[in-house]
Nanobody
Framework: VQLQASGGGLVQAGGSLRLSCAGS????????VGWFRQAPGKEREFVAA????????LYADFVKGRFTISRDNAKNTVYLQMNSLKPEDTAVYYC???????????????WGQGTLVTVSS
């Protein structure tokens, strides 16, 4: 199982970034994909998740209305569009796969390496 997250970088507050999580077909097949983040000195936290079909999504309250998760199964890629970024969004962002069709905040089995997002004030 391989997951490759990318798209992180430095952005000013109020700006936007789009993260990508690429995997193989066996990795993503019939599985929920989620995004998590870990800020310095803090525990990892759930950000968003999307079902295999894309018909079901789940967001943490602190990103609702600002972040959008989507997926392109033909490309085996899941995206996290992040708008109206705030300095408190600064973290390493990870994508992960949950071996279930059910979208949830826990139970993720496979993790990719993270991509750093830094939001300056």
């Amino acid at each position: 199982v391989q997951l490759q997250a990318s798209g992180g970088g430095l952005v000013q507050a109020g700006g936007s970034l789009r993260l990508s999580c690429a995997g193989s077909a066996p990795t993503f097949g019939n599985r929920t994909v989620g995004w998590f983040r870990q800020a310095p000195g803090k525990e990892r936290e759930f950000v968003a998740a999307i079902s295999w079909s894309g018909g079901s999504t789940l967001y943490a309250d602190f990103v609702k209305g600002r972040f959008t998760i989507s997926r392109d199964n033909a490309k085996n890629t899941v995206y996290l569009q992040m708008n109206s970024l705030k300095p408190e969004d600064t973290a390493v962002y990870y994508c992960a796969v949950r071996s279930s069709l059910v979208v949830d905040t826990t139970g993720y089995n496979y993790w990719g390496q993270g991509t750093l997002v830094t939001v300056s004030s």
